[in-house]
């Protein structure tokens, strides 16, 4: 079971987000992923493996952690950055998703 | 270009069937695993099921309980889901995706199935 924070996250553009996902036990790291969901839009990949950006995504996005605790960092929030994220475990079960909303 | 074009949702009463399709170019299908992901109108997203290059391995979240089948024909380049014994809960836009190194790398636009009377 994967456990995203927060549920939602208010920030201004140009800030720096920072997102949870928690493992039920621990994991490999090569079996995190990243996804950005924008309203209306299909889901698209940002991060595989925790840590590796997936083709055409900005490095503003980066993946971290190990064990249990991994993290989504987005630097400098764009407005296109805006949207919902959610981690995915070994290309299955998925966390239920961050908001990142427009303080 | 990779292209996924999912078909064959729509309207369907509650206990009967549908048989989604991906129609997937831009790539070899046949080195792939792939996936079917959905997800419910406001609502996060939840895998389906996934099946292996060569069919030979398949596995369903536990919510299938057996009555949805993902298989692919690799010579037609396509992905499919027989879904029976359909129930309001599984309405939602269902994806096709593909499957490589652990994570979802290429999705298509999807395509909804409403479970209604």
């Known amino acids: 079971v994967l456990t995203q924070s927060p549920g939602t996250l208010s920030l201004s553009p140009g800030e720096r987000a920072t997102l949870s996902c928690r493992a039920g036990?621990?994991?490999?790291?090569?079996?995190i992923a990243w996804y950005q969901q924008t309203p209306g839009q299909t889901p698209r990949l940002l991060i595989y493996?925790?840590?590796n950006r997936a083709t055409g995504i900005p490095d503003r996005f980066s993946g971290s952690g190990s064990g249990t605790d991994f993290t989504l960092t987005i630097s400098r929030l764009e407005p296109e950055d805006f949207a919902v994220y959610y981690c995915?475990?070994?290309?299955?079960?998925f966390g239920g998703g961050t908001k990142v909303e427009i303080k | 270009e990779v292209q996924l074009v999912e078909s064959g949702g729509g309207l369907v009463q509650p206990g009967g069937s549908l048989r989604l399709s991906c129609a997937v170019s831009?790539?070899?299908?046949?080195?792939?695993?792939m996936c079917w992901v959905r997800q419910a109108p406001g609502k996060g997203l939840e895998w389906v099921a996934s099946?292996?290059?060569?069919?030979?391995?398949?596995y369903y979240e536990d919510f299938v309980e057996g009555r949805f089948t993902i298989s692919r024909d690799n010579a037609e380049n396509s992905l499919y889901l027989q879904m029976n014994s359909l129930r309001a809960e599984d309405t939602a836009v269902y994806y096709c995706?593909?499957?490589?190194?652990?994570?979802?790398?290429?999705w298509g636009q999807g395509t909804l199935v409403t479970v209604s009377s």
């Open positions: 995706t593909t499957s490589k190194s652990n994570a979802l790398h290429n």
């Open positions: 831009g790539f070899t299908f046949s080195t792939y695993w």
């Open positions: 099946i292996k290059q060569d069919g030979s391995e398949k």
């Open positions: 036990q621990s994991v490999s790291s090569s079996y």
């Open positions: 493996g925790a840590s």
């Open positions: 995915q475990h070994r290309g299955g079960s």
